[in-house]
């Protein structure tokens, strides 16, 4: 005997698919206002408790389970449990957010504030799958030049929440989920609210300005290879050859800058290696500065994964060490624990070690660049502090030939659009087996290659100094904006309760 799942159930996680979807590789960002409005439906006016933990988890693992498939491929029994995790926190949300018609205000503020928590716990945060990066995409996308990715996963909830809540502008027939749901002009506000936004955004400042007309003549290196393949199952050497063939086909003279991926070389020791000789070898040849991904030996039986300057006099002028890490992938946390339960730690060998200094690059007689290696340019945070500190272009070099299929490497596409919108710079991303690409301050994507392909490519890209709103207040004040407004919407749902309470019979 089947038991079919209730219908507040599955409108719950239809509504997190829904959103899911919106994200890259599938990128109907469109889905991502429908799935909170489904979302909506399912909770109704007045859940009890239960059912609002129930309904919020259903619909955050509907979310999460399909957005972080990428993480199995990484660690199976790390992503089961982390969409779990991730899925409880927008239970708390929906536990935490008032019912009644302040639901509508309170609701978005409450899965503001989990999405805000994701991006910095655990292991100094996850923000995969976010509603953000579902709408790098879409027309909305400006928001976050003035209050960052969490602003727009806001606009985001609130729209959704109000359209399918007490608005109104819904159809009745999306209304009839009760005899006491009825409209109320807390939707209108928030709708107007969340369009304040948008007219903010087209009003800002982009930040492309301030460096007199000046430009830098970019070259990204993809050297290609098989997908799917891990580090210590991948000949470093056949890494470096095939970055040093597409490397030749580079004329000499024609680039101010080449920019090679993360991990392209992989020595216990870079300086006075065979490998640097050989970048070197190349840097003289085309009469330009590398930026080259770097893995090599630090004290205690760890690594460091670093971007450095190599000039073609054969000095390394300049060196970034990753600051955020991945956890399961470059580190693991609680190992003892993890080879307790049986976890397959020999992955992940050795730990590595989180560098400490400014998201800069200096490259001689030429800007400052910012540099967020791989997984930190899923962190506003990260790129933010390299245009705090004078960066007039951002690089991503990165590695994503570790995954099967293109689910984190479109996301992380969407992640470098969102950077370059949020600070008003151009962002090369390049890797060594896809994708590469050149994004403009404006989130337009070009140039981006194939999985697997080898390729060369070279853009003429602008060089900014000015700031953006949210590059001049960061994220905090929109999660100290969302927490007030979450208190604020208990207030008023107290006080009506309150009046109402005293307006009944004596």
Do not use: C
Request: hydrophobic share 50%; net charge positive; no cysteine.
């Amino acid at each position: 005997m089947t038991v079919a799942m209730p219908r507040s159930a599955a409108l719950a996680v239809l509504g997190g698919v829904a959103v899911a979807l919106a994200l890259p590789p599938w990128g109907f960002w469109p889905l991502a206002f429908l799935g909170v409005a489904l979302f909506e439906i399912a909770l109704g006016e007045h859940p009890t408790g239960r059912q609002r933990l129930a309904r919020g988890w259903l619909f955050g693992a509907g979310w999460m389970y399909p957005g972080m498939a990428w993480m199995w491929f990484l660690t199976a029994p790390g992503y089961l449990v982390a969409a779990a995790m991730f899925a409880g926190l927008h239970a708390l949300a929906a536990y935490a957010a008032p019912t009644g018609r302040w639901r509508v205000i309170g609701r978005p503020a409450a899965h503001l504030i989990v999405e805000a928590i994701r991006f910095v716990v655990p292991f100094g945060g996850v923000p995969l799958a976010s509603l953000a990066i579902g709408q790098a995409g879409g027309p909305f996308a400006g928001a976050v030049r003035v209050g960052g990715a969490l602003l727009l996963s806001w606009f985001v909830l609130q729209v959704g929440f109000a359209l399918a809540g007490p608005s109104p502008f819904v159809p009745r027939m999306a209304r009839r989920r009760g005899a006491t749901a009825k409209a109320e002009p807390h939707g209108a506000v928030a709708l107007a609210v969340a369009l304040l936004v948008v007219a903010l955004a087209a009003l800002a400042p982009d930040g492309t300005g301030g460096a007199g007309g000046r430009t830098l003549h970019v070259t990204a290196v993809q050297g290609g290879g098989p997908q799917g393949t891990s580090a210590i199952d991948t000949s470093s050497r056949d890494v470096l050859d095939r970055h040093l063939a597409a490397t030749r086909t580079i004329a000499p003279g024609s680039t101010d800058l080449v920019v090679w991926p993360e991990n392209v070389i992989d020595v216990p020791v870079l300086e006075g290696s065979a490998e640097l000789a050989l970048v070197v070898a190349e840097a003289r040849r085309i009469r330009a500065p590398f930026a080259v991904g770097i893995t090599d030996d630090v004290p205690g039986n760890r690594f460091a994964n670093a971007q450095v300057i190599v000039t073609p006099d054969g000095e390394v002028v300049s060196r970034y060490d990753k600051v955020v890490r991945v956890p399961f992938g470059e580190y693991m946390p609680l190992r003892g624990l993890s080879e307790a339960l049986g976890a397959p730690t020999d992955q992940v060998p050795r730990d590595a070690r989180p560098g400490e200094g400014p998201a800069v690059l200096d490259v001689p007689n030429g800007p400052r660049l910012g540099v967020v290696i791989s997984w930190e340019v899923f962190f506003g945070r990260r790129a933010d502090d390299g245009v705090d500190r004078g960066a007039e272009l951002i690089i991503n070099p990165t590695n994503g030939s570790s995954y099967t299929w293109t689910i984190l490497q479109t996301q992380q596409v969407a992640s470098s659009r969102l950077r370059a919108i949020e600070q008003g710079r151009w962002v090369v991303q390049v890797a060594p087996t896809g994708f590469s690409a050149f994004i403009t301050p404006d989130g337009e994507v070009l140039d981006r290659t194939a999985v697997s392909e080898q390729s060369v490519i070279r853009r003429t890209v602008s060089l900014a100094t000015e700031r953006t709103w949210y590059g001049r207040i960061g994220d905090l004040p929109i999660v100290l904006l969302g927490i007030a407004v979450l208190a604020w919407s208990w207030r008023e749902r107290g006080r009506a309760a309150w009046v109402a309470r005293r307006a009944g019979p004596l």
